[in-house]
């Protein structure tokens, strides 16, 4: 199972970025997903996440800015990022716990990750 991250890049506080995480291999499911971001010298944090149910949860930091969403068709995330900070300054990564085919077990998994910079 790969994860691949994109959509990252430089962006002026308040614009705006989509990140997209493409899931490929083989694969029976997708329970939940996941963003997390780490800026240099910090410790790797939960942005949002969303379960099977599409219900979804979010740092403080993001509420009211950010939106998680999914697409089980495509095996893909999505982190709609709105009147973003410097602050929000990060790499991004996603991340996945999947189910493989003949496992009932679930496997995180992790994608390569994605630089998001906003300048003020």
């Known amino acids: 199972v790969q994860l691949q991250a994109s959509g990252g890049g430089l962006v002026q506080a308040g614009g705006s970025l989509r990140l997209s995480c493409a899931a490929s291999?083989?694969?029976?499911?997708?329970?939940?997903w996941a963003w997390y971001h780490q800026a240099p010298g910090k410790q790797r944090e939960l942005v949002a996440d969303i379960r099977s149910s599409s219900s979804a949860d979010y740092a403080d930091s993001v509420k009211g800015r950010f939106t998680i969403s999914r697409d089980d068709a495509k095996r893909t995330v999505y982190l709609q990022m709105n009147n973003l900070k410097p602050e929000d300054t990060a790499v991004y990564y996603c991340q996945a716990r999947v189910v493989v085919p003949t496992s009932n077990y679930e496997y995180i998994y992790w994608g390569q990750g994605t630089q998001v910079t906003v300048s003020s």
């Open positions: 291999g083989s694969i029976l499911r997708i329970n939940d």
